[in-house]
């Protein structure tokens, strides 16, 4: 038995249960011995293993490592074996990756629910289903891997960590003052916390509950615990990322951009039995954003100034006031006064705060802060209405129309950050026509770079695999709804739902880059995960880092494969990713990433709810 089944069987059972509660058992009923039998062939067909919405782009990938060309397909039904949909295969679009050629299977004209499968030539795909409701309950599942992050109480655990957080470094005070700042998430596997990832998570969190109410349900506390507390449970995440940010900007003039560094990667041990020792007990480094170069060991970061991170807190708080001021004026007069100070603050200090290494030389070496600033000021248009704001969030909006990385081969990491901006889309439903056409315009740039690249491959791929390589795939799919949403064209829709169906398996290796979503599909199983590697808790819903270039992978420091790699033969030099804890460049999961991910899954359910109105 090879090491993923085995895998499989300790943990399949438990994430089976978990997500049966939540309507996910059928949403790919083939087994994992049939996804095996059916790839033994020359060639294979990669779905998104979710399933299609009947009003939906449906398309399947085929991919041989053969010279066969390929003219036809055929969409047959699970249940009867009888084939209800013939279909052409169109451009060959020839190798990519491990395949030596390829096509597209479209069959969008399909629409009839049902459970299905693809057979093109002697390959098969997986049983897949095309219903209205194929991503319901997907935001809320993927909240679990939220919580499970959870610094201060963790509500998965049932216990406390890191409470004695932390001690200044930097900062107008002496140096190891203590203050509260112990909350908020870890940013990944490793129990870091930064101020950037967290506020961007932060503001995904809110503007998801904004724009997409009905898709979340209340079945936890504000502490996390089960239970329901008459308040959604994306909003309860959202708040507890705004009570740690609240921690990291305590008065006007003071602001904090990290907690903890990378002395924090020793051995792996869950958050609550953390005893790694910085030098005073259990509290931990607190870094003061200065607007200088950081770092207390052997690296520096490059900052320049502190708007990168106070644009972040700034759009944050300034969303959270609109949100909150319904039903709690208080606490959104309080979210509106730290919107306003966060943003002076970036108005003091132009240019980015990165994060801070130690002994190792990586850190988020974010070199853009006028989007963050553009957000921000957007966001208190939106809620003060005072024109000034309008005009400074335009201006920053000239600056960088486009995010860099779109249209990129590489950047480094997290080097434009956050990867979308949502600046441009806040910005343009306040604006007249002739501004918002210009703000669309800036979108559709981004998006037609990627689509350059991606229209030469069957996979539509245009995204670089450089690390978090579906941090950036969440995040463009989330500007091409975005644009489509402002402007009502579908050019881009495919490319949209490609990069969506990649995450869930519409990719070389045919797997699903979430934690057991779908439940019994194939889905990562040996993340670099404490939770994982040490007790085989499921971390359901984390958003893994994904597929990096294989000259990429060959040079990072510290990696070794613990088991043979179950996708072998779908590795290639342009690109790799492996299911094994060892691999901490592909295999693990983000905070942030996930994040972004719940307002994606978000729009994509409540468009689901839409097109089966509008087809009722």
Same mark, same amino acid.
């Given at each position: 038995?090879?090491?993923?089944?085995?895998?499989?069987?300790?943990?399949?059972?438990?994430?089976?249960?978990?997500?049966?509660?939540?309507?996910?058992?059928?949403?790919?009923?083939?087994?994992?011995?049939?996804? =095996?039998?059916?790839?033994?062939?020359?060639?294979?067909?990669?779905?998104?293993?979710?399933?299609?919405?009947?009003?939906?782009?449906?398309?399947?990938?085929?991919?041989?490592?053969?010279? $066969?060309?390929?003219?036809?397909?055929?969409?047959?039904?699970?249940?009867?074996?009888?084939?209800?949909?013939?279909?052409?295969?169109?451009?060959?679009?020839?190798?990519?990756?491990?395949?030596?050629?390829?096509?597209?299977?479209?069959?969008?004209?399909? #629409?009839?629910?049902?459970?299905?499968?693809?057979?093109?030539?002697?390959?098969?795909?997986?049983?897949?289903?095309?219903?209205?409701?194929?991503?319901?309950?997907?935001?809320?599942?993927?909240?679990?891997?939220?919580?499970?992050?959870?610094?201060?109480?963790?509500?998965?655990?049932?216990?406390?960590?890191?409470?004695?957080?932390?001690?200044?470094?930097?900062?107008?005070?002496?140096?190891?003052?203590? =203050? +509260?700042?112990?909350?908020?998430?870890? &940013?990944? #596997?490793?129990?870091?916390?930064?101020?950037?990832?967290?506020?961007?998570?932060?503001?995904?969190?809110?503007?998801?509950?904004?724009?997409?109410?009905?898709?979340?349900?209340?079945?936890?506390?504000?502490?996390?615990? $089960?239970?329901?507390?008459?308040?959604?449970?994306?909003? &309860?995440?959202?708040?507890?990322?705004?009570?740690?940010?609240?921690?990291?900007?305590?008065?006007?003039?003071?602001?904090?951009?990290?907690?903890?560094?990378?002395? &924090?990667?020793?051995?792996?041990?869950?958050?609550?039995?953390?005893?790694?020792?910085?030098?005073?007990?259990?509290?931990?480094?607190?870094?003061?954003?200065?607007?200088?170069?950081?770092?207390?060991?052997?690296?520096?970061?490059?900052?320049?100034?502190?708007?990168?991170?106070?644009?972040?807190? *700034? #759009?944050?708080?300034?969303?959270?006031?609109? =949100?909150?001021?319904?039903?709690?004026?208080?606490?959104?007069?309080?979210?509106?006064?730290?919107?306003?100070?966060?943003?002076?603050?970036?108005?003091?200090?132009?240019?980015?705060?990165?994060?801070?290494?130690?002994?190792?030389?990586?850190?988020?070496?974010?070199?853009?802060?006028?989007?963050?600033?553009?957000?921000?000021?957007?966001?208190?248009?939106?809620?003060?209405?005072?024109? $000034?704001? %309008?005009?400074?969030?335009?201006?920053?909006?000239?600056?960088?129309?486009?995010?860099?990385?779109?249209?990129?081969?590489?950047?480094?990491?997290?080097?434009?950050?956050?990867?979308?901006?949502?600046?441009?889309?806040?910005?343009?439903?306040?604006?007249? !026509?002739?501004?918002?056409?210009?703000?669309?315009?800036?979108?559709?740039?981004?998006?037609?770079?990627?689509?350059?690249?991606?229209?030469?491959?069957?996979?539509?791929?245009?995204?670089?695999?450089?690390?978090?390589? !579906?941090?950036?795939?969440?995040?463009?799919?989330?500007?091409?709804?975005?644009?489509?949403?402002?402007?009502? +064209?579908?050019?881009?829709?495919?490319?949209?739902?490609?990069?969506?169906?990649?995450? %869930?398996?519409?990719?070389?290796?045919?797997?699903?880059?979430?934690?057991?979503?779908?439940?019994?599909? +194939?889905?990562?199983?040996?993340?670099?995960?404490?939770?994982?590697?040490?007790?085989?808790?499921? =971390? &359901?819903?984390?958003?893994?880092?994904?597929?990096?270039?294989?000259?990429?992978?060959?040079?990072?420091?510290?990696?070794?494969?613990?088991?043979?790699?179950?996708?072998?033969?779908?590795?290639?030099?342009?690109?790799?990713?492996?299911?094994?804890?060892?691999?901490?460049?592909?295999?693990?999961?983000?905070?942030?990433?996930?994040?972004?991910?719940?307002?994606?899954? *978000?729009?994509?359910?409540? #468009?689901?709810?839409?097109?089966?109105?509008?087809?009722?």
């Amino acid at each position: 038995m090879n090491r993923k089944k085995t895998l499989l069987a300790l943990v399949l059972g438990a994430l089976i249960l978990t997500a049966n509660a939540i309507g996910f058992s059928n949403r790919a009923t083939v087994t994992y011995d049939e996804q =095996i039998a059916t790839a033994k062939g020359p060639a294979w067909i990669r779905i998104n293993q979710l399933g299609y919405t009947p009003a939906g782009i449906k398309v399947a990938v085929w991919g041989s490592k053969g010279s $066969e060309k390929l003219k036809r397909f055929e969409l047959v039904d699970a249940t009867t074996n009888k084939v209800v949909f013939k279909g052409k295969a169109g451009q060959a679009f020839g190798g990519y990756g491990p395949f030596t050629q390829s096509y597209r299977l479209n069959f969008t004209a399909f #629409s009839k629910p049902g459970s299905y499968y693809l057979k093109a030539g002697v390959a098969k795909s997986p049983v897949f289903k095309i219903d209205a409701d194929v991503y319901k309950g997907a935001a809320d599942f993927a909240l679990r891997y939220m919580r499970q992050q959870r610094s201060g109480f963790n509500p998965y655990l049932k216990d406390s960590c890191h409470t004695a957080d932390g001690y200044t470094m930097y900062g107008p005070m002496p140096d190891s003052t203590i =203050i +509260d700042v112990s909350g908020g998430w870890h &940013d990944a #596997s490793d129990y870091l916390q930064y101020a950037t990832t967290s506020a961007n998570a932060t503001y995904h969190l809110l503007a998801a509950y904004r724009d997409f109410p009905g898709v979340f349900t209340d079945k936890h506390q504000g502490n996390g615990l $089960e239970g329901t507390n008459g308040v959604a449970d994306v909003l &309860d995440e959202a708040r507890w990322g705004l009570t740690w940010l609240l921690k990291l900007h305590p008065r006007e003039d003071w602001l904090f951009n990290q907690l903890a560094d990378d002395r &924090d990667h020793q051995k792996m041990r869950l958050p609550n039995h953390d005893s790694v020792d910085y030098g005073l007990g259990r509290a931990r480094p607190v870094y003061f954003a200065t607007g200088k170069p950081q770092g207390l060991g052997k690296f520096q970061n490059r900052s320049t100034g502190v708007a990168s991170t106070a644009g972040k807190f *700034a #759009s944050a708080f300034a969303l959270a006031s609109q =949100i909150y001021s319904g039903n709690d004026k208080e606490l959104s007069s309080l979210f509106g006064q730290k919107a306003q100070s966060a943003y002076k603050l970036g108005l003091a200090k132009p240019g980015v705060c990165q994060t801070a290494p130690n002994r190792a030389p990586y850190f988020y070496e974010e070199d853009n802060w006028v989007d963050d600033m553009q957000l921000g000021a957007a966001a208190l248009y939106q809620l003060t209405g005072n024109q $000034e704001f %309008f005009k400074q969030a335009y201006t920053y909006g000239l600056q960088e129309k486009v995010t860099p990385w779109m249209g990129a081969d590489t950047a480094r990491h997290y080097q434009w950050y956050p990867f979308h901006n949502f600046g441009h889309f806040e910005l343009a439903k306040e604006s007249d !026509n002739k501004t918002k056409q210009e703000l669309i315009g800036f979108y559709k740039k981004g998006i037609e770079r990627v689509f350059t690249k991606a229209k030469n491959n069957a996979f539509y791929r245009g995204i670089p695999f450089i690390w978090c390589s !579906n941090n950036l795939t969440t995040s463009f799919a989330i500007q091409s709804y975005l644009y489509r949403d402002l402007s009502g +064209d579908q050019t881009y829709a495919e490319l949209e739902q490609a990069n969506f169906d990649w995450l %869930f398996g519409c990719n070389p290796w045919g797997t699903s880059m979430v934690f057991g979503l779908p439940a019994n599909g +194939d889905t990562p199983v040996d993340p670099h995960s404490a939770f994982t590697q040490l007790y085989k808790y499921p =971390i &359901d819903g984390g958003l893994v880092d994904g597929p990096v270039y294989g000259s990429i992978y060959s040079k990072l420091i510290g990696i070794k494969l613990y088991a043979p790699d179950e996708y072998a033969e779908f590795q290639s030099d342009l690109v790799v990713y492996h299911d094994d804890y060892g691999d901490y460049s592909t295999n693990e999961p983000t905070m942030d990433g996930t994040a972004s991910l719940i307002y994606l899954l *978000a729009a994509k359910e409540h #468009s689901a709810r839409e097109g089966a109105q509008v087809k009722k």
